[in-house]
């Protein structure tokens, strides 16, 4: 975010503040900013907006903002979908009833690294 986006950003964190009945501070308003700087503002405003709806018992920390930006990058998958018919692009295929294995294809390499990144 730039110093030109702090206005839309201050506009998308009061309605969290808000939702929580708390006043939000300027030290607050700051703080978050510093914070979450790093982000694009789309980004930002996207997360603030996946963190208000989660409704957790207490108002969402910058952390949980991150969070929420996380889950939202996890499910929006933007790499080009690989064509691939033994698996049509998922990288994963079927070897047996009820037992998958990360595909031959170029879909199912990213599946076997990311296995042996969790490993
Ligand atoms: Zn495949």
Excluded: N
């Excluded at 964190?13 to 703080?31: C, I, N, T, V």
């Excluded at 969402?60 to 979908?81: F, H, K, L, N």
């Excluded at 990288?91 to 990144?117: N, Q, S």
């Amino acid at each position: 975010m730039t110093a030109a986006d702090r206005p839309e950003f201050a506009a998308a964190l009061a309605p969290l503040f808000a939702a929580y009945g708390k006043p939000m501070s300027e030290d607050q308003a700051d703080a978050y900013w510093r914070f979450l700087s790093d982000l694009p503002i789309g980004v930002v405003l996207d997360g603030i907006e996946a963190a208000g709806r989660k409704a957790g018992r207490y108002l969402p920390s910058v952390g949980q903002i991150r969070e929420a930006i996380d889950g939202q990058a996890a499910t929006r998958d933007t790499r080009p979908r690989i064509e691939c018919d033994l698996c049509e692009g998922a990288g994963w295929r079927w070897v047996a009833p009820r037992l998958v294995a990360p595909c031959v294809c170029e879909a199912g390499r990213v599946k076997r690294d990311t296995r042996r990144a969790v490993a």
